[in-house]
C-alpha cells in the first residue's frame, strides 16, 4: 500500500516538553509539508520540504522545528516554546514543489492535546 | 488583505439534491483552484483541479466552476448522497508561491 503515515494518532504533552510527531511516505515524492488545522480555521502551513536536508519555513513556523535526513521521512518537533500546541497536525507531499498545481496527499494526522 | 472564504455555516440539504459550495478569494491570482474532501478525524482527500484558463471540470459527480472575473469557484456534487456528508476544502495555488492556501471549509451534510 502506497501513502503517508502519521504516528501516533493522539499525542499528550506536558507543559514545558519537546514532543516529535512522525510522518513517513512511500510515494517516493520530493515534497513534504506541515500543516497546522484548528477548528474553525483552513489548514496553515508550518514547515515543507522540497528535498533531502533541505526544508523551509512556512507561515508559522515560531515553535516548531523539522529535520529531513531521508526522503521518506519528515518528523516535526513541537517545541516548549509553542505555547498553544493543541490542534490536529497534517503532514502531506507531492511528487515535486516545482512543479505547478500539483496534488497533496494527506496523512491521517495526529491530534496533540495538553496536559 | 488576501482572503479566502468558505461559508462557515453548514449545507444541509435532501438526498438527491445537487449541492452547491462555494469559494470566494479577495486580493489572489490563482494559478490553479482545488477542492479537497475532509471527513472528521482525517486528513483531507483530493478531489479537482481547475486552472485559471479553465471554466468547468467534471469528474463523474462533481463539477467545478472558475470565474476570475468574480474571483469564485462554485463546487457542485449532482445527486447527492448521504455518503457525501462531509468537509469540503478549497486551496488556491498562486502563481508567484510554492503554497497551497487553504479556505476554511464547508461541512456538507446530505440527509437521507
Known amino acids: 500500500d502506497g501513502g503517508i503515515t502519521q504516528s501516533p494518532k493522539y499525542l499528550f504533552r506536558k507543559e514545558g516538553q519537546n514532543v516529535t510527531l512522525s510522518c513517513e511516505q512511500n510515494?517516493?515524492?520530493?515534497?513534504m509539508y506541515w500543516y497546522r488545522q484548528d477548528p474553525g480555521q483552513g489548514l496553515r502551513l508550518i514547515y515543507y520540504s522540497q528535498i533531502v536536508n533541505d526544508f523551509q519555513k512556512g507561515d508559522i513556523a515560531e515553535g516548531y522545528s523539522v529535520s529531513r535526513e531521508k526522503k521518506e521521512s519528515f518528523p516535526l518537533t513541537v517545541t516548549s516554546a509553542q505555547k498553544n500546541p493543541t490542534a490536529f497536525y497534517l503532514c502531506a507531499s507531492s511528487i515535486s514543489r516545482g512543479q505547478r498545481g500539483e496534488t497533496q496527499y494527506f496523512g491521517p494526522g495526529t491530534r496533540l492535546l495538553v496536559l | 488583505s488576501q482572503k479566502i472564504e468558505q461559508n462557515s455555516e453548514a449545507l444541509n440539504i435532501q438526498e438527491g439534491k445537487t449541492a452547491t459550495l462555494t469559494c470566494n478569494y479577495t486580493?489572489?491570482?490563482?494559478?490553479?483552484l482545488q477542492w479537497y474532501r475532509q471527513d472528521p478525524g482525517r486528513g483531507p482527500v483530493f478531489l479537482l483541479l481547475i486552472r485559471e484558463n479553465e471554466k468547468e471540470k467534471r469528474k463523474e459527480r462533481l463539477k467545478v466552476t472558475f470565474d476570475t472575473t468574480l474571483k469564485q469557484s462554485l463546487f457542485h456534487i449532482t445527486a447527492s448522497q448521504p455518503a457525501d456528508s462531509a468537509t469540503y476544502l478549497c486551496?488556491?495555488?498562486?502563481?508567484?508561491?510554492?503554497?497551497?492556501?487553504f479556505g476554511s471549509g464547508t461541512r456538507l451534510l446530505v440527509r437521507p
Open positions: 510515494l517516493n515524492h520530493d515534497a
Open positions: 486551496a488556491l495555488l498562486v502563481d508567484s508561491s510554492y503554497k497551497l492556501i
Open positions: 486580493n489572489y491570482s490563482p494559478a490553479y
